[in-house]
């Protein structure tokens, strides 16, 4: 008999072209799939965010035996189970007589270590489920004195030819931000994303869940999301028909009780691998083709998945291991127990830590400009705001993860992803939302306990780091509009600021 082979498929490798199974051999080797403590347990995850792996992962195994495939599936709460994902691979080397392993690399620094020190002979091939291959990013990145995604996104449209005409971009611009940044009214009649029915697998998870992590910040049910590849493309389908020709438009926007506005929730389903970032993309230019979308909706949408979504995983490995530890800019406040669901005046974070709670969502601009952007403005430890990013959502994983909140929301890389710091007085949310309708706050004022915190935390984050941004040519006005304000105003300013931090930081409700 031929020795067979195992063949790993991690919770976010769903997919069934993966590197790892496409060279395996169905007759012979072992598809190796395992729910264990260590991948449920490094950060307190989300329950929704565990249920939906662990049905998505059940799924999948079972489209795959159906398929023809012997699967060695280890569930949560199986006897035997070793807690890890190489204490599983050794578990069932020694059931099967294995001793050669064919894995797709993972999408994370510290799942390849541990493999890399696994005493059984491991082939790792290249996730080739990606637009550019890390070598691809690589040559692009090589020399460049900066690394802005704009020029990595134009290189992707002319390698897919998305939305290219005669080998220039249609409509004569690359980028069409400018059109995205209405705010939004109340519409009772807009779409939202497409919720799917818990079937039994789905259940029995949501049981599990429940009874093993049912003190994780997180409510777990209703719980809706698409759990087959099947069910994310009826999303899709859905997000297509019914929502993109308004995504541009409202892309920036953000408003009290409406979670999604024109935004897809597509990215779980992306980041699990049950839909490909080139199909999805087809498939919006394919209706602003046919006339449903038009073009900064379209447009808007592809950047997104070819442009930050590949360019962040190419700034993810990249950099390296370390480079969730970084932190330039020495900030190092505890992350205030708001964020875990804890009481707050500020309508704006209340609301999307609201969301966040019950949906494990919240569209970019309220990670940004709300929670990211007040982490960055109070100063708080880039790595407590990266462990609550990549515990909280549903499609975190640490290669998208990371590049968005070490190095976009809080420039604690240097600058390699953000030329400037993403910060925010509370007037460019005034703008944003209707947040501040209903705020204790009042967003017109500066000084006194009762004016927008992000207002005074704004200027006490550039007075304090002045040395380091005033050189910055985007950030030379904000410094002058600064020096104009009388020196009393400024220190008031100051000390509202420091008032509120400490607060804060005594464990008052702010
Ligand atoms: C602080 C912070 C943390 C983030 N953490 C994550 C994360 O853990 N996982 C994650 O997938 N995205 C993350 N993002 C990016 C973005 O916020 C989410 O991809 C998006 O909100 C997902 O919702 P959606 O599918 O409705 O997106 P849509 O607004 O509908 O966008 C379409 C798709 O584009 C992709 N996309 C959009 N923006 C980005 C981006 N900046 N980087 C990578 N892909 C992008 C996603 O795949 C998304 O599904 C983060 C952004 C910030 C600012
Ligand atoms: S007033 Fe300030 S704290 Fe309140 S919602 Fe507006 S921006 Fe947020």
Sequence with gaps: MVTPRLVLVLGDQLSAGLPALASADKARDIVVMAEVTDETGYVPHHPKKIALVLSAMRHFAAGLENDGWTVAYSRLDGDGNSGSIPGELLRRAEEYGASDVMTTRPGEWRLIAALDELPLTVTTLADDRFIASLQEFDDWAEGRRELRMEYFYREMRRKTGMMMEDGAPAGGKWNYDHDNRKPAQPDMLRSAPMQFTPDAITEEVLTLVERCFGNNFGTLRPFHLA?????????????????????????????????????????????????????????????????????????????????????????????????????????????????????????????????????????????????????????????????????????????????????????????????????????????????????????????GDGSCPFNTLYWHFLDRHRARFEGNHRMGMIFRTWDKMDADRRAEVLETADAFLARMDAGQVV
């Design 227 to 447: 759990v087959t590849r099947g069910q994310a493309l009826r999303a899709l389908d859905h997000f297509v028909k019914h929502m993109l020709e308004g995504f541009g438009d409202y892309q920036d926007a953000m408003l009290t009780g409406d979670p999604f506005l024109n935004h897809s929730l597509l990215s779980p389903y992306l980041n699990l691998g049950l839909l490909g970032p080139l199909e999805v993309c087809q498939r919006v230019e394919q209706a602003w083709k046919d006339g449903h979308a038009p073009i900064n909706a379209a447009e808007g949408y592809i950047r997104q998945i070819i442009g930050w979504r590949e360019y962040a995983r190419g700034i993810y490995f990249r950099e390296g291991p370390d480079y969730t530890a970084r932190n330039i800019l020495r900030h190092d406040r505890k992350l205030p127990w708001m964020y875990w669901g804890g009481e707050t005046k500020m309508a704006c974070m209340a609301d999307t830590i609201g969301q966040t709670r019950d949906e494990g969502y919240a569209h970019h601009i309220q990670r940004l400009m709300i929670t990211g952007n007040f982490a960055l403005l109070a100063g708080i430890a880039p790595a407590e705001v990266h462990e609550w990013y990549l515990s909280v959502y549903v499609d975190a994983y640490e290669w998208v993860e990371a590049p968005n909140v070490i190095g976009m929301s809080q420039w604690a890389d240097g600058g390699i992803i953000a030329s400037k710091p993403y910060v925010s007085s509370g007037n460019y949310i005034n703008k944003m939302s209707d947040y501040c309708k209903g705020c204790a706050y009042s967003v017109k004022d500066k000084t």
